[in-house]
């Protein structure tokens, strides 16, 4: 079956621009998770979905970073008044259930590289 | 709060030998442990998990990893490694009742001819 999709691939944008990056999670699966990689490090912990409501955001940096699934399916990230620091490849992860959601596998999306130049 | 270190950045090996990627964590509550693999030019997948019972878990193609509680480890371990086996691998671990993981800087694997 389709794994997990994100959309665009690759984003360049200026600094101070919006962006919006899109994830589809697999079917069925209500557990959404979005990590940040920058360069040389591991993936860093965002905002973590179950269902269409937020369970644990307190990943996110500050309040420039947003992030929605209204339909409790595609999810999307989005990135306010961007800067130079914000560059990195953003990873959406999906898992079956998110009850038991500690000990799930999660399921990742190849990710997008965003440059802000 | 919970961390993940990876005590190597690069383990170059050649082909069949053996090889350790280290992983250590700090917790102050009980965790589930992970490795995930990143081919080149792909996304991240599981290879093993650690969730309870035996401390010794393995994966389809021949890695395994070990939990040691009192020394807070879960090294990742392979008796003799292939060319396919060239990857980035991350240690994670994750707080039981908590969906999000916290991720190691990875360990680059080249395993040469």
């Known amino acids: 079956g389709a794994g997990v999709s994100q959309t665009p691939s690759n984003k360049v944008t200026e600094k101070g621009k919006y962006v919006e990056l899109r994830c589809d999670p697999i079917s069925g699966h209500t557990a959404l998770y979005w990590y940040r990689q920058s360069l040389g490090q591991g993936p860093e912990f965002l905002i973590y979905f179950q269902g269409t409501g937020a369970a644990d955001d307190s990943g996110l940096p500050n309040d420039r970073f947003f992030a929605v699934r209204p339909e409790g399916s595609v999810s999307t990230l989005k990135i306010q008044r961007t800067e130079r620091g914000d560059s990195a490849v953003y990873l959406c992860?999906?898992?079956?259930?998110?009850?038991?959601?500690?000990?799930?596998?999660?399921?990742f999306g190849p990710g997008t590289r965003l440059l802000v130049l | 709060a919970q961390s993940v270190t990876q005590l190597d950045s690069q383990v170059p090996v050649f082909e069949e030998a053996p090889v350790e990627l280290r992983c250590n964590y700090s917790s102050s509550v009980s965790v589930y442990l992970f490795w995930y693999v990143q081919y080149p030019n792909q996304g991240l997948q599981l290879l093993l998990k650690y969730l309870s019972g035996s401390t010794l878990v393995k994966s389809i193609n021949g890695f395994e990893a070990e939990f040691n509680k009192s020394q807070t480890s879960f090294h990742l371990r392979k008796p003799s490694v292939h060319i396919s086996d060239t990857a980035e691998y991350f240690c994670a671990v994750s707080r039981r009742n908590a969906g999000k993981s916290t991720f190691g800087d990875g360990t680059t694997l080249t395993v040469k001819p």
């Open positions: 992860a999906s898992s079956l259930s998110g009850g038991g959601a500690a000990q799930e596998t999660q399921y």
